[in-house]
Nanobody
Framework: QVQLVESGGGLVQPGGSLTLSCAAS????????MGWYRQAPGKQRELVAT???????AYAESVKGRFTISRDNAKNTGYLQMNSLKPEDTAVYYC????????????????WGQGTQVTVSS
């Protein structure tokens, strides 16, 4: 079984910074694309940022210039560095990763973390 565990969420004042981590554990051959999503109360889950296995990144327009997605393949861990946080960034943040299982059939399955709360408030 593959699990993704997020950490680093919490309460921060506007203009502050937080760094989220997503650690993957279990049995898998490789992690393909990784992404961060967020969901605020009363709103649908939205894509925040993605990063491919070769390091190509993409961001939602609302976070460009403020957030940075990265990954450490040796540690099977993804990160989301969030700077200049705004109250509208308040949401539950979810890590998502598509992994390849096995080396013969090479099944691709996407997994979700449990989510971590980020609250930006003064």
């Amino acid at each position: 079984q593959v699990q993704l565990v997020e950490s680093g969420g919490g309460l921060v004042q506007p203009g502050g910074s937080l760094t989220l981590s997503c650690a993957a554990s279990g049995t898998f051959f490789s992690i393909n694309i990784m992404g961060w999503y967020r969901q605020a109360p009363g709103k649908q889950r939205e894509l925040v940022a993605t990063i491919t296995s070769d390091g190509s990144t993409a961001y939602a327009e609302s976070v460009k210039g403020r957030f940075t997605i990265s990954r450490d393949n040796a540690k099977n861990t993804g990160y989301l560095q969030m700077n200049s946080l705004k109250p509208e960034d308040t949401a539950v943040y979810y890590c998502n990763a598509e992994v390849t299982l096995g080396t013969i059939l090479r099944r691709r399955i996407a997994y979700w973390g449990q989510g971590t709360q980020v609250t930006v408030s003064s």
